[in-house]
């Protein structure tokens, strides 16, 4: 009877210690990838990584960008993953991003890459602009597909079409800044001002206006392309239109925050490897790493409409293009939600 009751307590500890032991670390991971990647990555990374936990904070880039900073001297996050080149840049110049070298970078398209000196962030995928065209919608209300970003500017459609606001969306800050470096700062403004008499509102996530589209609520999205092509291949009545004058595009990246954590580390690493640069393609034709490039359904030939984009011009110019873009045009955005 003795030996038994002090065995027991024996077993309770080593039970809680084994416990303790095989806890996973938790990461704090902010994003603004699509909510329907999150389950993917988080699942495949973490049967690599059993002892590593990814907690996601999701929201639009802008927004993303704007708690990122906001943080700037108190971070929450350990690691930022699936946040526009733009905002990676911005992010490192306030000192939010670390610089680190991860495992296998060798192997990432270095146009996708932080181009200074003591990197601090890594493309997964390179992400771009499209208009989505409701072809059922356009034949009801007798309007024709338009082939250039000239053409959105005819009388016909006036209150169809949506874009997303560039103040709380990457994609909408990507082609507004694709539109000033393309046409030159004052064309693109006066193109926007023409182009606002048509819009019928401004919405606060990227994929949104190609969404209202496929399902009818407006005729027109100015989105994203992934976005159409998903719509597309689940049976959407739209077609995916990469205008003449070239569409805006930017890398999706990831970046350390918390250089204590290897747990943080390690999830970068992992991010720019071959098995997630798969799980990448899965979604984008254009993605990190150099061996990995099968087609995807219904995404549209994006090599010819790539406007050439400064990505440290779109970060340095972001404060001053967004204050006018609002002051011009945010009263047409719907309300947050």
Same mark, same amino acid.
């Given at each position: ?6 065995? @027991?307590?024996?077993?309770a500890i080593a039970a809680l210690s084994a416990s303790s032991a095989f806890a996973a670390e938790e990461l704090t991971v902010y994003t ?11 699942? +495949? ?21 704007? *708690?990122?900073?906001? /943080? ?9 993953? !699936? ?17 680190? @070298? ?5 192997? %990432? ?8 000196q003591n990197k601090a962030w890594f493309g997964n995928d390179a992400f771009f602009n499209a208009v989505c065209f409701n072809e059922i ?6 309007? &024709?597909?338009?082939? +250039? ?7 016909? =459609? ?12 990457? @994609?909408? =800050?990507?082609?507004? +800044? ?14 926007? /001002?023409?182009?606002?008499?048509? %819009?019928?509102?401004?919405?606060? &996530? ?9 399902? !009818? ?5 100015? &989105? ?5 092509? @998903? ?43 071959? /098995?997630?640069?798969?799980? =990448?393609?899965?979604? =984008? ?8 490039n099968a087609a995807v359904n219904n995404y549209p030939d994006v090599e010819n409409a790539m406007v050439d984009m400064d990505f440290g011009?779109?970060?340095? &110019?972001?404060?001053?293009?967004? *204050? ?14």
């Amino acid at each position: 009877m003795k030996n038994r009751w002090m065995i @027991t307590p024996l077993t309770a500890i080593a039970a809680l210690s084994a416990s303790s032991a095989f806890a996973a670390e938790e990461l704090t991971v902010y994003t603004a990838f699509e909510t329907d990647m999150l389950a993917k990555f988080k699942n +495949s990374f973490e049967q690599a990584n059993p002892d590593i936990k990814i907690n996601w904070v999701r929201d639009s880039t802008g927004i993303m960008t704007a *708690k990122l900073l906001a /943080e700037k001297n108190n971070p929450h996050a350990d690691v930022v993953w !699936g946040l526009a080149g733009s905002s990676m840049a911005l992010l490192k110049e306030e000192g939010v991003l670390k610089p680190y @070298t991860p495992e296998g970078l060798d192997q %990432i398209r270095a146009n996708l890459v932080d181009p200074q000196q003591n990197k601090a962030w890594f493309g997964n995928d390179a992400f771009f602009n499209a208009v989505c065209f409701n072809e059922i919608v356009a034949e009801q209300k007798g309007l &024709s597909k338009p082939d +250039s970003w000239e053409d959105l500017l005819k009388p016909e =459609y006036k209150g169809h079409i949506a874009m997303p606001n560039p103040a709380s969306s990457g @994609t909408g =800050y990507m082609q507004v +800044s694709a539109w000033i470096q393309s046409m030159g700062e004052k064309p693109a403004w006066q193109y926007m /001002e023409q182009l606002d008499g048509n %819009i019928a509102h401004y919405t606060h &996530s990227g994929s949104k206006p190609c969404v209202q589209a496929a399902m !009818g609520e407006v005729a027109i999205g100015i &989105s994203m392309a992934i976005r159409g092509a @998903t719509l597309k291949t689940q049976g959407a009545p739209i077609d995916i239109i990469m205008p003449k004058g070239g569409v805006g595009w930017e890398a999706e990246a990831v970046g350390l925050v918390n250089t204590e954590s290897d747990a943080a580390k390690r999830l970068v690493d992992w991010s720019i490897s071959e /098995e997630a640069n798969k799980l =990448y393609n899965a979604f =984008y034709p254009v993605v990190g790493h150099k061996a990995i490039n099968a087609a995807v359904n219904n995404y549209p030939d994006v090599e010819n409409a790539m406007v050439d984009m400064d990505f440290g011009k779109m970060a340095a &110019s972001r404060e001053d293009v967004l *204050k006018t873009w609002s002051d011009r045009f945010d009263a047409k955005s719907e309300p947050r939600s």
